[in-house]
């Protein structure tokens, strides 16, 4: 069993609190703190987010082996491109030492891409278009740069494997394919002893544009369940609920049954309910009870599985941060905002808005023929899920991500040190529930 570092190394808006898209955060947190300060708010923020005690706690827990989600922008700057940054190598060496130290081993995921490799907020592209697909020479840089960090972690036993691309979204399926097959004989030249994880089409979840089998590859989806969310019926263990499971989790693998080559679940969970909201202790058992049926599904196929994620503010990890922790208290009213105005794709509460968007969509349900209305991909997105995309998760994200950073104006070394801190494993909570399942699941009794 593994778990991922999400949120850490590649930032995401539901995992940290931050509206729409890291870079634009962080430039909106450059501009408000001042180069000195920012650079010292984030190194703190990456030390403190996983430590020693992190990597105990996970060993703790029976996981033996940690995927992490990494930006490319720490190895390549978008403007310099042909120069590989050091900072990447720093980072990462820091938690594959601290991780190697518990006998963990640990799978370098590589979730953000020049131009945005797919449309959701996760790639960091600000963008609704996955337009890495669209130009060779951000292909090819991409290329270029797994080749160098093949070429400096060649050696090391401690990492498991190479998962190239997360969650890819090319919507030709041919150009995915093309760029596998490039990146992964570049890579073999280097360091011909690691094993890739390969994620399909679609975001993890379609092999249908997948015509052969790249050697020494292993085959990676991504198996989250609707009824894991907010807006998914609940789950109540019914047998055509699990049926569903099973029916969803047969299609995803088929592709690996007819090679033969083995399957790895690179990414599912449910998120859970906050303390405030009501009924909470009974969804989040329902989420738990579908969580310990997902997990008998890969039992008897004896899968690899990792689950996202491990550390948060509240959503989904397997640890948490304090909600009287500093910086919890800090941006309080900006978060129940955030809540509020359901910016966010994960978790969306459209109590409050539904009235302002229902009449939008409806008017281009009106006004655009309704055999063109599925076209844009991902086409199971529908027109809703394109206009949430572009007007809430970007637009509206972006303007707000100033009103985020000024949260944090005018503070000093010291008063940004402990929001920082607010993410260290001793100042976190843990949600005993979902790390009971884990440990259970790893044999390891209580």
């Given at each position: 069993?593994?778990?991922?570092?999400?949120?850490?190394?590649?930032?995401?808006?539901?995992?940290?609190?931050?509206?729409?898209?890291?870079?634009?955060?962080?430039?909106?947190?450059?501009?408000?703190?001042?180069?000195?300060?920012?650079?010292?708010?984030?190194?703190?923020?990456?030390?403190?987010?996983?430590?020693?005690?992190?990597?105990?706690?996970?060993?703790s827990v029976g996981l033996n082996c940690i995927r992490?989600?990494?930006?490319?922008r720490y190895f390549m700057d978008d403007l310099n491109?042909?120069?590989?940054?050091?900072?990447?190598?720093?980072?990462?060496?820091?938690?594959?030492?601290?991780?190697?130290?518990?006998?963990?081993?640990?799978?370098?995921?590589?979730?953000?891409?020049?131009?945005?490799?797919?449309?959701?907020?996760?790639?960091?592209?600000?963008?609704?278009?996955?337009?890495?697909?669209?130009?060779?020479?951000?292909?090819?840089?991409?290329?270029?740069?797994?080749?160098?960090?093949?070429?400096?972690?060649?050696?090391?036993?401690?990492?498991?494997?190479?998962?190239?691309?997360?969650?890819?979204?090319?919507?030709?399926?041919?150009?995915?394919?093309?760029?596998?097959r490039r990146v992964e004989k570049a890579i073999r030249?280097?360091?011909?002893?690691?094993?890739?994880?390969?994620?399909?089409?679609?975001?993890?979840?379609?092999?249908?544009?997948?015509?052969?089998?790249?050697?020494?590859?292993?085959?990676?989806?991504?198996?989250?369940?609707?009824?894991?969310?907010?807006?998914?019926?609940?789950?109540?263990?019914?047998?055509?609920?699990?049926?569903?499971?099973?029916?969803?989790?047969?299609?995803?693998?088929?592709?690996?049954?007819?090679?033969?080559?083995?399957?790895?679940?690179?990414?599912?969970?449910?998120?859970?309910?906050?303390?405030?909201?009501?009924?909470?202790?009974?969804?989040?058992?329902?989420?738990?009870?579908?969580?310990?049926?997902?997990?008998?599904?890969?039992?008897?196929?004896?899968?690899?599985?990792?689950?996202?994620?491990?550390?948060?503010?509240?959503?989904?990890?397997?640890?948490?941060?304090?909600?009287?922790?500093?910086?919890?208290?800090?941006?309080?009213?900006?978060?129940?905002?955030?809540?509020?105005?359901?910016?966010?794709?994960?978790?969306?509460?459209?109590?409050?808005?539904?009235?302002?968007?229902?009449?939008?969509?409806?008017?281009?349900?009106?006004?655009?023929?309704?055999?063109?209305?599925?076209?844009?991909?991902?086409?199971?997105?529908?027109?809703?899920?394109?206009?949430?995309?572009?007007?809430?998760?970007?637009?509206?994200?972006?303007?707000?991500?100033?009103?985020?950073?000024?949260?944090?104006?005018?503070?000093?070394?010291?008063?940004?040190?402990?929001?920082?801190?607010?993410?260290?494993?001793?100042?976190?909570?843990?949600?005993?529930?979902?790390?009971?399942?884990?440990?259970?699941?790893?044999?390891?009794?209580?």
């Open positions: 069993g593994l778990a991922a570092t999400g949120g850490h190394t590649n930032m995401e808006n539901f995992i940290t609190g931050y509206p729409g898209h890291e870079h634009e955060m962080r430039a909106a947190m450059l501009e408000v703190l001042g180069k000195e300060k920012y650079d010292y708010f984030f190194d703190r923020f990456l030390d403190y987010f996983f430590t020693a005690a992190d990597a105990k706690f996970f060993a992490i989600p990494m930006n490319h491109p042909s120069v590989i940054k050091p900072e990447g190598f720093k980072l990462v060496d820091r938690i594959v030492e601290l991780c190697a130290a518990e006998n963990i081993y640990t799978i370098l995921d590589m979730h953000s891409f020049p131009g945005g490799q797919n449309q959701g907020w996760h790639s960091d592209s600000g963008l609704h278009r996955a337009t890495f697909w669209e130009y060779r020479d951000l292909q090819d840089r991409a290329t270029n740069m797994w080749v160098e960090i093949a070429k400096y972690y060649a050696g090391n036993t401690w990492i498991a494997g190479y998962n190239p691309m997360n969650e890819p979204a090319d919507p030709q399926h041919h150009n995915l394919q093309a760029w596998y030249e280097v360091d011909p002893h690691h094993i890739l994880f390969l994620d399909g089409n679609t975001y993890s979840m379609d092999f249908t544009g997948f015509k052969e089998v790249l050697p020494n590859c292993v085959y990676a989806i991504h198996d989250y369940a609707t009824m894991g969310f907010p807006a998914g019926q609940p789950y109540k263990g019914t047998s055509e609920q699990k049926d569903i499971l099973r029916t969803q989790y047969e299609r995803k693998v088929e592709f690996m049954r007819e090679h033969k080559v083995p399957i790895w679940n690179g990414e599912f969970g449910p998120v859970y309910a906050s303390p405030d909201e009501t009924n909470h202790e009974q969804i989040n058992q329902q989420r738990y009870n579908l969580l310990g049926e997902q997990l008998s599904v890969y039992k008897q196929d004896q899968i690899h599985w990792s689950i996202w994620l491990y550390k948060d503010i509240g959503f989904q990890g397997m640890v948490y941060t304090n909600p009287h922790s500093p910086y919890m208290r800090l941006l309080q009213p900006f978060f129940a905002k955030k809540k509020r105005l359901g910016l966010e794709k994960w978790g969306r509460d459209d109590t409050h808005v539904k009235h302002i968007y229902e009449p939008l969509i409806q008017h281009l349900k009106e006004e655009i023929p309704e055999r063109f209305q599925r076209r844009r991909y991902p086409h199971h997105w529908g027109l809703e899920g394109h206009v949430h995309r572009v007007v809430r998760e970007m637009l509206v994200s972006e303007l707000l991500t100033y009103e985020y950073a000024s949260y944090f104006e005018g503070k000093t070394m010291e008063e940004l040190d402990e929001p920082a801190a607010s993410f260290k494993l001793e100042n976190c909570l843990k949600r005993d529930g979902l790390n009971d399942i884990l440990q259970g699941d790893a044999g390891i009794s209580k």
